[in-house]
């Protein structure tokens, strides 16, 4: 059985290099790091002074205050990437395609800004001051659910949580909802904004974060002197549709997605498994569902988080599954830009990922000065590069042994 073929028709993204996924676009190929002072906790509270935060974003100029007002941050993120996407895609969602339009929007932490501030209400005047929207504001589903409520998209709504692989997740499982035929357009992605105090503390006390106050250096995904990942926020969102809706509506068409492999570590709660095991499995299970042979990609964007053990297990997982190949891959992180946007990481790199396959561009690792023999691939370091990209590939990894792989190729 012929399976549906489903392409990438719109993208908008809300990022700390871009609040729209054409500035995003151009500051991430022209190496511009989001990455500067914490501002949005107290950052003397903390062993940390940087973070990739989002900077003047005004979130009455895509929805109503008072709306704004009963939703956390990161559903804020969501919803202005979604109407950007949708604008990009000329898509209008009227009552005849409703029933087959569906949202599905990832995020690991999900309303952690309304958490905090509900509870600190809480103890110190009691349940009386919990806002009425605390649960409602605060559950990470709600980014889909405000989507699908806005745009008026009335079919399948559903979040993947799965730590840092959220964003991949979603929208690899949105892809299959529309393969199978449950669905002929897919609002999908991933949004999270993971700036606040018990956060921050959390990523500090697990020391997984950077520790360098360089806002320039901190973030050196696959460099020696690594040591840690910088937190960031955001959101990346793409309109899937199957290429039969995108033909017959003259849609503008980035990039086709034709696989996606989803595997778990079942290891250790925020290790990798040894050398990138599962990692591995999750790129050759993407490249079987695509029908996609190794040595055909020629772009990676890594999951590259800027930490020890990610970097080199994903270098050795590569290795494992394009053998000689990887020589020849250029491999790069935009993390080294953006900062690390957790759940919605593997969104907007997405939206990397396809743009570098339409715009003939593969994004640059920045900050990358000192070699590591055990990361030795092409990791396409500081400058961007040009070169044709028919087959692409995004990797997502993340807490709890989750581990997410795209692929796109050229339409």
């Given at each position: 059985m012929s399976k549906t073929r489903v392409v990438v028709t719109g993208v908008g993204a809300v990022t700390p290099i871009g609040l729209d996924a054409e500035t995003f676009w151009n500051n991430a190929i022209s190496g511009v790091s989001g990455i500067?002072?914490?501002?949005?906790?107290?950052?003397?509270?903390?062993?940390?002074?940087?973070?990739?935060?989002?900077?003047?974003?005004?979130?009455?100029?895509?929805?109503?205050?008072?709306?704004?007002?009963?939703?956390?941050?990161?559903?804020?993120?969501?919803?202005?990437?979604?109407?950007?996407?949708?604008?990009?895609?000329?898509?209008?969602?009227?009552?005849?395609?409703?029933?087959?339009?569906?949202?599905?929007?990832?995020?690991?932490?999900?309303?952690?800004?309304?958490?905090?501030?509900?509870?600190?209400?809480?103890?110190?005047?009691?349940?009386?001051?919990?806002?009425?929207?605390?649960?409602?504001?605060?559950?990470?589903?709600?980014?889909?659910?405000?989507?699908?409520?806005?745009?008026?998209?009335?079919?399948?709504?559903?979040?993947?949580?799965?730590?840092?692989?959220?964003?991949?997740?979603?929208?690899?499982?949105?892809?299959?909802?529309?393969?199978?035929?449950?669905?002929?357009?897919?609002?999908?992605?991933?949004?999270?904004?993971?700036?606040?105090?018990?956060?921050?503390?959390?990523?500090?006390?697990?020391?997984?974060?950077?520790?360098?106050?360089?806002?320039?250096?901190?973030?050196?995904?696959?460099?020696?002197?690594?040591?840690?990942?910088?937190?960031?926020?955001?959101?990346?969102?793409?309109?899937?549709?199957?290429?039969?809706?995108?033909?017959?509506?003259g849609a503008k068409i980035y990039a086709e997605i034709v696989g996606y492999g989803a595997t778990g570590d079942a290891y250790h709660v925020t290790a990798p498994a040894p050398e990138g095991e599962g990692g591995a499995r999750a790129m050759k299970q993407a490249l079987n569902d695509g029908g996609i042979q190794p040595e055909e990609v020629q772009y990676m964007n890594a999951h590259g988080t800027s930490t020890l053990y990610n970097d080199k297990f994903e270098t050795m997982a590569l290795k494992k599954v394009f053998g000689e190949h990887a020589y020849k891959l250029a491999v790069s992180s935009t993390k080294s830009m953006t900062g690390h946007l957790l759940g919605a990481a593997g969104a907007v790199e997405a939206i990397l990922t396809v743009r570098a396959i339409k715009d003939g561009i593969i994004p640059p690792t920045i900050n990358y000065e000192t070699p590591d023999p055990e990361c030795d691939l092409d990791y396409v370091p500081n400058e961007a590069r040009k070169q044709e990209v028919n087959v692409a590939m995004s990797n997502s990894l993340g807490f709890g042994g989750h581990n997410a792989t795209l692929v796109f190729k050229k339409y």
């Open positions: 500067g002072p914490l501002t949005r906790v107290d950052a003397s509270k903390f062993p940390i002074s940087v973070s990739a935060e989002v900077k003047d974003f005004d979130p009455s100029v895509f929805m109503d205050k008072k709306e704004a007002r009963k939703m956390d941050r990161f559903t804020q993120f969501a919803v202005a990437s979604s109407l950007m996407a949708l604008k990009d895609a000329s898509l209008e969602i009227t009552e005849d395609i409703a029933p087959r339009v569906g949202v599905w929007i990832g995020s690991g932490i999900g309303g952690m800004e309304t958490y905090q501030e509900q509870f600190r209400a809480f103890e110190q005047k009691g349940y009386r001051r919990v806002s009425p929207f605390f649960v409602p504001m605060m559950i990470p589903d709600m980014a889909s659910g405000q989507v699908s409520i806005i745009t008026g998209a009335k079919g399948i709504n559903s979040c993947s949580v799965t730590a840092c692989a959220s964003g991949t997740n979603s929208i690899g499982d949105a892809f299959k909802v529309i393969q199978r035929g449950d669905a002929d357009i897919m609002i999908t992605g991933g949004a999270e904004a993971p700036i606040t105090d018990m956060a921050v503390a959390g990523f500090c006390s697990a020391k997984a974060v950077s520790t360098n106050e360089d806002p320039q250096t901190a973030s050196r995904p696959f460099d020696a002197n690594r040591d840690g990942f910088v937190m960031g926020e955001g959101a990346g969102i793409l309109i899937l549709e199957s290429l039969e809706s995108a033909l017959a509506r």
